[in-house]
């Protein structure tokens, strides 16, 4: 998904304003080198990413997404849940 240059200057705005004064907190499945894929035409993703990284720890977690755990096994469930309802209308 990309968003338009305007989502990304606000998203500079609100992060250049909070520069060196509050702490923020920013989660994304895509690396900061992947930036120009969500705002693709935005001249200021460099300038973000560096407010960004400016003094910060960027935690990288590995491994499978717990909501794409839960899907898979919401998903699962109701597979079963479908199956074992139509093991019943077959047997009538």
Same mark, same amino acid.
């Given at each position: 998904?990309?968003?338009?240059?305007?989502? %990304?200057?606000?998203?500079?705005? /609100? @992060?250049? *304003?909070?520069?060196?004064?509050?702490?923020? $907190?920013?989660?994304?499945?895509? =690396?900061?080198?992947?930036?120009?894929?969500?705002?693709?035409? %935005?001249?200021?993703?460099?300038? /973000? @990413?560096? *407010?960004?990284?400016?003094?910060?720890?960027? $935690?990288?977690?590995?491994?499978? =997404?717990?909501?794409?755990?839960?899907?898979?096994?919401?998903? %699962?469930?109701?597979?079963?849940?479908?199956?074992?309802?139509?093991?019943?209308?077959?047997?009538?």
């Amino acid at each position: 998904m990309s968003y338009s240059n305007r989502h %990304a200057d606000l998203l500079f705005e /609100l @992060i250049s *304003r909070r520069y060196q004064n509050k702490s923020t $907190v920013v989660t994304t499945n895509k =690396s900061f080198g992947q930036w120009h894929e969500v705002f693709p035409n %935005a001249s200021c993703v460099v300038s /973000l @990413i560096d *407010r960004l990284v400016h003094r910060c720890e960027v $935690v990288a977690i590995e491994g499978e =997404s717990y909501r794409l755990k839960e899907a898979k096994e919401r998903t %699962a469930q109701k597979a079963a849940a479908r199956s074992t309802t139509a093991r019943k209308v077959s047997k009538k």
